[in-house]
């Protein structure tokens, strides 16, 4: 789930962990286990994750981040679930940045890219304009 900056130190806190697994490709409950938050991350420590989620600030998933799910077969939460899920782990977002204008020349890539195409591409620059899918990165500090 996630490796500390030290990853040859399992059992004394952290001060930072770093995913290294999508967090859409599991449960967010899962995910940001408080206990599992408590035991990596000193008090003080810095979590930070970058993530695509969707923009629940617009209502429920739109249908391009539904596509994207069926195309993947995963589960983009939505924006106000890892904030949520960050207060239950004691974690107070300290900065959180959008990203998204910054992913578009990516998948423009892959969309002329033969060897990277995929199909979706073009469903993801949608939800990226009309600002159903965001790429957030998040920092929060552990209380």
């Known amino acids: 789930m996630t490796t500390t900056a030290d990853p040859g130190s399992t059992t004394a806190p952290a001060a930072t962990p770093l995913p290294h697994q999508s967090t859409y490709q599991a449960r967010v409950a899962d995910y940001w286990n408080a206990a599992e938050h408590a035991r990596l991350l000193r008090r003080g420590g810095r979590y930070v994750v970058i993530t695509g989620c969707y923009n629940d600030t617009y209502g429920q998933a739109s249908r391009e981040v539904s596509l994207i799910n069926a195309h993947y077969i995963c589960d983009i939460h939505p924006r106000s679930a890892y904030f ?53 990165l998040i920092a929060a500090d552990r209380a």
């Open 84 to 136: 949520r899920a960050m207060a239950r782990s004691r974690l107070v977002p300290v900065h959180v940045q959008n990203l998204t204008a910054e992913t578009i020349p990516y998948r423009e890539l892959r969309k002329r890219a033969d060897h990277l195409v995929t199909g979706i591409e073009d469903t993801f620059l949608t939800a990226y304009n009309n600002g159903s899918f965001q790429y957030l």
